[in-house]
């Protein structure tokens, strides 16, 4: 079994009721063609430290912007966004990247990983950005890659990988940094059933741990894994729902019933 995931001091302490990230009536307009887009219109939630948030909605809702905002590569137009607390609000493009490069961790649907590198080498390219690189940033990334089960493949390349091998190796790189969180857009979306179950199985793990996750999905079946589900139509906050941990409970045993009736069917 998997060992949990290696954190410095400063996160292996009890996690608080802090927040990852508050998000205060946030809008965000774009000018294109001299029209004005009303992305967002005035979102407001908050994350605590330890949750787990599937944030869903239909084209043209506005959870791309949103998610251009929590991964800090946009500003609000008005409105405040705390990541922590510090608020991106206010920051230049190089307070921006900071952030980013140290505090988030991303996870993207068709994995980002750098080909010409290793399992290894992958992990630590947060770190590579910030001039990090010694035995123990290694080591480190040597612990990540065990924890997501990938122990016997420190030397091999993505493709010398599956998908979901790949997206393990994402997901690793992801924590390299102790972020406030980790945000994954679509990690799902390229995988089959049974790897998805595999990928949503290590988010359950991670999230108890106290891992934050912010996910972005189409997917109701992937949504009712997390703890809440925030849906997003016409730039606005439509709902934000708890899942029960029965519901949630429910949703794994339909997902590994069904990889498992999809497997006696390839058999046959």
Known sequence: MPNAIPQPAAASAAKSNRLATSICDVRKEYVLKSETVRALRGVSFDVPEGDFVAIMGPSGSGKSTLLNLLGCLDKPTAGHLLLGEDDISSMSDDELAEIRSRRIGFVFQSYNLIQQLTVVENIQVPLYYQGRLGSEER???????????????????????????????????????????????????????????????????????????????????????????????????????TNDEADRQLAREEQKAAVIALAAREED
Do not use: C
């Not at 091999?156 to 190796?169: E, I």
């Not at 089959?192 to 990928?199: V, Y």
């Not at 949504?223 to 849906?231: D, F, L, M, N």
């Open 139 to 241: 080591r480190r990334a040597t612990d990540l890659a065990s924890t997501v089960g990938l122990g016997d493949r420190l030397d091999h390349r993505p493709n010398q990988l599956s998908g979901g091998q790949q997206q393990r190796v994402a997901i690793a790189r992801s924590l390299v940094n102790d972020p406030y969180f980790i945000l994954a857009d679509e990690p799902t979306g390229n995988l089959d059933s049974k790897t998805t179950e595999e990928i949503l199985t290590l988010f359950d793990r991670l999230n108890g741990e106290g891992r934050t996750i912010i996910m972005v999905t189409h997917e109701d079946e992937v949504a009712r894994r997390a703890k809440r589900v925030v849906r997003l139509k016409d730039g606005l906050l439509r709902s934000d729902t």
